[in-house]
């Protein structure tokens, strides 16, 4: 009984702590698209946190998941989604699931969300995790991402309307823009090992066209097309 009191409790102010991310951290700046609004708020992020930095789950901020890597800030996963302009129909791969939570706030726009992850223990947890939350449109691979999706398991259509990067790169890796429906969009962290610019680039027939949004920091994507190390 006390144990459920104290849930419940700590539901209730996760909750609470929702509702203020939206409403300071998001619509107080520029998140205006209400999609991406109503999955930010759809998606419980205390879930995808250890237990060591729960209670800091709706600071905006970036949060260690283990193995030197981070759960991006509530903003920056609002803005790369409002940017990445999905609907319902749009099949989407994700390099770097982390967590997952990104991962979650995808699948709630999208047909299906194709996610990559380097760590096998990253993506067995998110995997876990989305289960738990009953989220059932993603397909998880455990590889080099910089790489592209494997050839034998990609959608029918043979290519992703979208696709976004969650790890900085020196340049958006070939394979990934081979992997892009033509008039498609990526969405990712381009630049050095410290400071990214985040740009939204659409495929056209010979060429990646884009603009840049901010300087973003992003831990680095290891991979035959991305950092060495
Ligand atoms: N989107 C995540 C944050 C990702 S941090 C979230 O919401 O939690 C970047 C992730 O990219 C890390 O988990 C890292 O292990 C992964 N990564 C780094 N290089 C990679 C590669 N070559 N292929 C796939 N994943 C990679």
């Known amino acids: 009984m006390i144990e459920i ?34 999955a930010m708020i759809e998606v419980p992020r205390e879930e995808f946190i250890p237990d060591s930095h729960r209670s800091q789950a709706y600071t905006d901020g970036p949060l260690p998941i283990g193995l030197n890597q981070t759960i991006s800030q509530p903003y920056i996963v609002a803005l790369m989604t409002q940017e990445l302009r999905v609907n319902q129909e749009s099949e989407v791969l994700e390099i770097g699931t982390g967590s ?24 067995d947890s998110a995997r876990k995790v989305l289960e738990r939350l009953g989220i059932s449109n993603v397909e998880f691979h455990v590889g080099d991402g910089s790489s592209g999706w494997p050839a034998s398991r990609l959608p029918p259509s043979g290519c992703f309307d979208r696709i976004m990067i969650t790890a900085a790169v020196p340049e958006v890796p070939r394979p990934l823009a081979w992997q892009l429906v033509d008039g498609g969009l990526i969405v990712a962290p381009v630049g050095g090992r410290s400071v990214q610019e985040l740009v939204a680039c659409e495929k056209k027939p010979d060429s990646l066209v884009g603009k840049t949004i901010c300087d973003v920091r992003f831990v680095r994507l290891i991979g035959k097309h991305g950092f060495e190390q």
Do not use: C
Request: glycine share 4%.
């Open 5 to 38: 009191m104290h849930r419940r409790r700590n539901e209730d102010k996760f909750e609470a702590a929702r509702q203020r991310m939206l409403k300071w951290d998001l619509k107080g700046r520029d998140i205006t698209d209400p999609h991406v609004l109503s």
């Open 100 to 123: 997952g939570y990104q991962t979650a706030v995808l699948s709630k726009l999208v047909k299906k969300v194709y996610t990559i992850e380097r760590f096998s223990e990253l993506a």
